[in-house]
């Protein structure tokens, strides 16, 4: 609630209105059925608007996540030297480090001391200086050589800008193809699969068609049997095949049976004829 006795208005088209009551002002915006909101409370007097609240936070809101989707966070990164370090691993540390400068972020760079090497802390010193002269190209130092405890550092910013993520959105899902860009093509329907005219895949396969087989009436002297088509005829012959081949292998078994020699029913038994 505004309590001060008078404000300066501006209305819904940016115009100014001049320093008002308070309570007339509040009526005015009333009568354009606007909401009267306080923008510049800490101006003498007053800046108040005309406006909708409900449109300008949500306008606010969305200019905030629009800003928020194309920063990107400034991180501390830290290198480790020793004063004993080689040459090829220092020009490792040192590529590694103007990555990180070139990403935008902030680096520090420590040389650690071991034992007595601490009583050569010139060493280090030398070290991160020569350090700094590789990547002054792509930073500068805040802060000099300083030796805390057994560790002595520099800290180096980075004169590059920081780096947007390319292409994200605010919920992480994929951007969406621009209006000229056609999508990706729908997959191909499998076989037996119908596509109906609302997209939904259809399984139901159309029944197989039987088509009947005619018979054609017997003229000239042919019986029924005779105007049966060949492919009925082929059936009629392989099963007459098919019951001769039952009918073979039935007798070749009974020709295989032993016969009833020395059975009782024969009359005659093993042994008796020395008898």
């Not at 010139?122 to 350090?131: A, V």
């Not at 003229?219 to 081949?245: F, L, M, N, Q």
Request: proline share 9%; hydrophobic share 35%; net charge positive.
């Amino acid at each position: 609630m505004i309590r001060v006795p008078t404000v300066r208005v501006v209305d819904e088209e940016g115009a100014q209105l001049g320093v008002l009551p308070t309570l007339e002002a509040l009526r005015l915006a009333q009568e354009r059925g606007y909401d009267l909101v306080e923008v510049a409370p800490m101006a003498v007097p007053p800046v108040v608007r005309l406006l909708d609240y409900g449109q300008y936070k949500y306008e606010a809101a969305k200019k905030e996540k629009e800003a928020r989707r194309h920063q990107r966070s400034v991180d501390f990164k830290e290198i480790r030297l020793k004063p004993k370090i080689g040459q090829g691993d220092f020009d490792t540390k040192v590529r590694r480090a103007i990555q990180f400068l070139e990403d935008g972020d902030r680096v520090k760079v420590a040389c650690q001391f071991r034992g007595r090497e601490l009583t050569h802390a010139n060493l280090g010193r030398d070290l991160l200086t020569k350090f700094a002269e590789q990547i002054k190209d792509h930073g500068a130092v805040e802060r000099q050589p300083l030796l805390e405890g057994k560790s002595m550092s520099i800290v180096i910013a980075s004169t590059h800008k920081p780096k947007s993520q390319p292409g994200a959105t605010p919920e992480g899902r994929p951007a969406a193809p621009a209006p000229g860009e056609a999508g990706p093509a729908p997959a191909p329907a499998p076989s037996g699969v119908v596509v109906e005219d609302g997209g939904a895949p259809s399984t139901s396969e159309s029944p197989a068609t039987v088509e009947p087989v005619a018979v054609a009436p017997a003229d000239d002297g042919r019986s029924v049997a005779d105007a049966v088509p060949a492919a009925t005829t082929s059936e009629t012959s392989i099963a007459t095949r098919r019951s001769s081949t039952t009918r073979a292998s039935s007798s070749r078994a009974s020709a295989s049976r032993p016969t009833g020699t020395g059975s009782p029913a024969g009359g005659t038994r093993p042994g008796s004829a020395g008898e």
